[in-house]
């Protein structure tokens, strides 16, 4: 029964200090490493976020000059005019606009794409129905 008469009064005073010495120690050590790898842990998460959020400023970055190129490219002369017959087939009054349909697709199949008034559409797709006889 040795292991029982360690903490026993006849154990030397000096070696017994010294075991809680060393076992006060390990605890500390096994807190400080369990926190050590904590922060290593969260540093690495952290990381990651970062980059994720470099790449969404990067693209951020590039879409803010794009706009600004599109913005600074509308204020030349003639260029928002332009962009607003293309994009949204827009006319001044007195202008008459031409559709150009190429062979392959039916005049009734042009109407119903352009983007006018649903009833003007209708009418207008029967009427060229009615003239060519279908």
Do not use: C
Request: hydrophobic share 50%; net charge positive; proline share 1%.
């Amino acid at each position: 029964m040795k292991f029982f008469n360690f903490f026993q009064s006849d154990f030397d005073h000096s070696i017994r200090r010294r075991f809680i010495a060393l076992i006060l120690v390990l605890f500390v050590g096994a807190f400080f490493t369990k926190t050590v790898i904590q922060l290593y842990q969260k540093s690495k998460i952290l990381g990651v976020e970062r980059e994720k959020k470099e790449l969404k400023l990067h693209a951020l970055i590039s879409e803010r000059e794009r706009l600004e190129n599109e913005i600074d490219f509308l204020k030349r002369n003639g260029a928002m005019e332009r962009e607003a017959k293309a994009r949204l087939n827009l006319k001044k009054e007195g202008e008459n606009i031409v559709v150009v349909v190429p062979a392959e697709k039916s005049v009734a199949a042009v109407a119903e794409s352009l983007p006018v008034e649903i009833s003007f559409q209708k009418r207008f797709g029967k009427l060229i129905l009615w003239m060519f006889g279908f």
